[in-house]
């Protein structure tokens, strides 16, 4: 049987004693965490793409008989 493989969510890594620890000493809070990871999220998304106006067709120059 294969397991899948996940990467654990932020809110489970800020959750884990060890990582809270490590933080704590660092003087790193939870909410300052997710407050950046929000920051980042928003200045790295990409712009929604509009799609260009559609030009209508140039008509072809009649050809006569001069």
Same mark, same amino acid.
């Given at each position: ?41 928003? $200045? ?5 793409? $509009?799609?260009?106006?559609? $030009? ?11």
């Amino acid at each position: 049987m294969m397991m899948a493989h996940h990467e654990p969510r932020l809110t489970d890594l800020l959750e884990d004693p060890v990582v809270r620890l490590v933080m704590e000493r660092d003087g790193v809070y939870r909410d300052d965490v997710l407050k950046l990871m929000r920051s980042m999220a928003q $200045k790295t998304a990409k712009p929604a793409v $509009k799609a260009a106006p559609v $030009k209508p067709p140039v008509p072809e120059p009649a050809l006569g008989h001069a």
